[in-house]
């Protein structure tokens, strides 16, 4: 799933094991969810949301969302 | 190919341990037959003794997938026993086949959980060739 972490986590100097620290996961974990190659749960989701002081769908970009625009 | 929770670091302690009794029990198990020191009907509890801590190993790995917190490692452990189990029982299944029709000679079934663990590593190439610095 497309997503701005990358771009949320440099804007505050983070690296991917600091960001990964804050969420109480492993840093091949934020790589893979910031590269698009895992969809967090719901709960880790709302996690990250929550650390950046978003919500979701500033964060996250909806698939279906993503698909009607291509339509 | 994991990386290195505290679940996974409980799991590989659980590993040494339960290989340690693997080793321990097939020893004294080989020595007792070779020197026909088991009797009667307790032959079968000293021949099974070597399976019990490898079936352990099967349960350490269950038990990780509930202990682990990090949801994607979990996915990725999630994969490779998908990959080992696909792995095992395809080679299995084809090497019973060819038995049956007497092409290829007989081979004991404990090497079934031996090709579980080499689809394991398997797996964990696959995750790293699919997922790259994120396949851990």
């Known amino acids: 799933m497309e997503n701005r972490l990358r771009v949320l986590r440099a804007a505050r100097s983070w690296s991917q094991q ?34 950046f002081d978003l919500p979701i769908e500033e964060i996250f970009v909806s698939p279906s969302r993503r698909s009607s625009k291509a339509i | 190919m994991v990386a290195r929770t505290p679940a996974w670091k409980r799991y590989n302690i659980r590993v040494v341990w339960l290989s340690l009794v693997y080793a321990a029990f097939l020893i004294a198990a080989v020595y007792g037959f070779k020197h026909q020191l088991v009797p009667g009907a307790l032959k079968y509890f000293v021949a099974v003794l070597p399976a019990l801590p490898i079936i352990g190993i099967f349960g350490a790995i269950g038990r990780y997938l509930v202990e682990e917190q990090d949801e994607y490692i979990r996915m990725l452990m999630v994969r490779q026993t998908l990959w080992a189990s696909a792995f095992s029982l395809s080679v299995a299944t084809t090497w019973g086949f060819l038995d049956n029709f007497r092409l290829v000679g007989h081979v004991d079934g404990y090497w079934i959980a031996v090709l579980w663990f080499v689809g394991l590593g398997l797996g964990g190439i696959y995750n790293k060739l699919t997922l790259g610095e994120a396949g851990c």
């Open chain 1, 18 to 51: 600091d960001l990964a620290e804050r969420l109480e996961v492993s840093r091949q974990s934020v790589n893979a969810i910031e590269t698009g190659k895992y969809d967090p749960s719901l709960p880790l989701a709302f996690r990250v949301a929550e650390l």
